[in-house]
C-alpha cells in the first residue's frame, strides 16, 4: 500500500466553525507532513512530524492546531478561520527524517477547503 | 537559502512532441532533486528522483539528469500525450534542513491533440 488518503476530500465552513481534515497512511511512514497550496503556486509547508512529535511549525496561525495520535494518522483541526484561507490543503508522508535513503514525500489527493 | 526555479508556463504542445522544462536550484551540500506531476483537481504525484550527481531519474518516459556543475534538472520526454497535461513541480530536499521540500513555481503543461 502506497496510497495516503485525506478525508474529507471538500469542506467548506463558516469562520466561527470548527472542523477538522484527517490523514491516514500505511506505508510504515514516521514523517508526517501539512502543506498549503494556494490556486496556480506551490505547495507551502505548514507543520512536520516526526515519530509522533511535532518537528516543524513553520510559524502557522494558531487557528491551525495539528495532531498526530499515532504513526498512521495526522489530523488539522480548523477553528476560526478567515476566507484567505481557502486552499487545497494536503498531506504528505515520508520514511523518517533521518533515513539514509527514501526521503521522497508521498501526498494525498489533498481536501479543498472554503471558508465563508 | 535553498531556491529552485522553473520556466515560467504555460506550455503548449501538440501530441508526439518533445518535451523539455528547464529546473535550476541553488542550495548548499548535496540535496535530492524532485519532479512531482499535479493533475487537475488532484494531489502531487512524485514522478521521478535523483539523490546524486549524473543520476538519472526516469519514470513513465519522463527523464530528468542531475547536474552539479549546472546545478539543473531538467524534465523531458520524447513523445507527449494528451494525458501528460498538468502542472510540473521540481523541486529540492536537504537533509539537514528537515527533510523541507523546497519546490519552484510550477510549470503547467498544455498537450493539444
Known amino acids: 500500500d502506497t496510497e495516503v488518503t485525506q478525508t474529507p476530500k471538500h469542506l467548506v465552513m463558516g469562520m466561527t466553525n470548527k472542523k477538522s481534515l484527517k490523514c491516514e497512511q500505511h506505508?510504515?511512514?514516521?514523517?508526517m507532513y501539512w502543506y498549503k497550496q494556494k490556486a496556480k503556486k506551490p505547495p507551502e509547508l505548514m507543520f512536520v512530524?516526526?515519530?509522533?512529535?511535532?518537528?516543524i511549525n513553520e510559524s502557522v496561525p494558531s487557528r491551525f492546531s495539528p495532531e498526530c495520535p499515532n504513526s498512521s494518522l495526522l489530523n488539522l483541526h480548523l477553528h476560526a478561520l478567515q476566507p484567505e484561507d481557502s486552499a487545497l490543503y494536503l498531506c504528505?508522508?515520508?520514511?523518517?527524517?533521518?533515513?539514509?535513503?527514501?526521503?521522497?514525500?508521498?501526498f494525498g489527493p489533498g481536501t479543498r477547503l472554503t471558508v465563508l | 537559502g535553498n531556491s529552485v526555479t522553473q520556466m515560467e508556463g504555460p506550455v503548449t504542445l501538440s501530441e508526439e512532441a518533445f518535451l523539455t522544462i528547464n529546473c535550476t536550484y541553488t542550495?548548499?551540500?548535496?540535496?535530492?532533486l524532485f519532479w512531482y506531476v499535479q493533475y487537475p483537481g488532484e494531489g502531487l504525484q512524485l514522478l521521478l528522483k535523483?539523490?546524486?550527481?549524473?543520476d538519472k531519474g526516469s519514470n513513465k518516459g519522463f527523464e530528468a539528469t542531475y547536474r552539479k556543475e549546472t546545478t539543473s534538472f531538467h524534465l523531458e520526454k520524447g513523445s507527449v500525450q494528451v494525458s501528460d497535461s498538468a502542472v510540473y513541480f521540481c523541486?529540492?530536499?536537504?537533509?539537514?534542513?528537515?527533510?523541507?521540500?523546497?519546490f519552484g513555481g510550477g510549470t503547467r503543461v498544455l498537450v493539444k491533440p
Open positions: 504528505a508522508s515520508s520514511q523518517d527524517l533521518l533515513a539514509s535513503g527514501g526521503d521522497e514525500q508521498f
Open positions: 506505508m510504515g511512514h514516521r514523517a
Open positions: 512530524y516526526s515519530y509522533e512529535k511535532l518537528s
Open positions: 542550495a548548499t551540500g548535496y540535496p535530492s
Open positions: 535523483a539523490t546524486k550527481a549524473d
Open positions: 523541486a529540492l530536499l536537504r537533509r539537514a534542513a528537515g527533510n523541507k521540500l523546497t
